[in-house]
């Protein structure tokens, strides 16, 4: 079949592939996709901002779940190119909007710059994109980092194992704090917790 929409149902989800082409067979009740188009609409993007477009993958009719390796991933608000890696696609009940976990597309590249995520805010770290949120993620000895900036300089600086964000906000639980204060003196915390509101631009760290 050629450019055709694959449609899985499963406990009140659905997973939707555009633009497939491939062959089903029948004895073994698998669709083989040569390739295919997944967006994260039901996370609440914008179908034509953030998609993936995977080749080569395989579709079990009778489970609720595949992956797709060498996957080229767009989202068009961050990157000017695609990124690779790998996605997940489940489908999960009532798991939509805001609660979605899925589909996920983790990154083969482990650091990953984002200019300007938010106004005045970089990222440098780990990329997954897991439902309705971007995960960044670092190690002990590489933490992902996230910087904001006034005035086009350097006023602070997070350094984080994990750290949740969505297009309004961004959240962590666990983080180093670094407040640069003037040209050479700065102001350090080794673990606390943060929230930074993208539309009011407010920070708060605990």
Do not use: C
Request: net charge neutral; glycine share 6%; aromatic share 14%.
């Amino acid at each position: 079949v050629e450019n055709v929409t694959i449609m899985g149902a499963s406990k009140g989800d659905t997973s939707l592939i555009y633009e497939a082409s491939g062959k089903f067979n029948v004895l073994s009740q698998t669709f083989f996709v040569n390739k295919g188009k997944i967006n994260w609409k039901r996370a609440g993007y914008p179908e034509e901002q953030v998609y993936a477009i995977a080749r080569n993958f395989h579709i079990s009719v009778n489970k609720d779940n595949f992956t797709a390796d060498s996957v080229y991933y767009y989202n068009l608000r961050l990157f000017r190119e695609p990124l690779t890696g790998t996605l997940v696609e489940k489908m999960l009940s009532e798991k939509r909007g805001e609660e979605a976990l899925y589909p996920e597309f983790r990154s083969y590249a482990t650091i990953i710059e984002i200019k300007r995520y938010a106004e005045d805010v970089d990222y440098r770290g780990g990329f997954i994109h897991r439902g309705s949120r971007i995960i960044g993620y670092g190690t002990p000895e590489t933490p992902a980092t996230l910087t904001f900036y006034y005035k086009n300089k350097k006023l602070i600086q997070m350094s984080i194992l994990s750290v949740s964000m969505r297009p309004d906000k961004i959240i962590s639980d666990d983080a180093s704090f670094t407040l640069y204060i003037g040209e050479n003196d700065s102001l350090f915390h080794k673990s606390v917790s943060f929230s930074y509101n993208i539309p009011a631009n407010l920070l708060i760290v605990e």
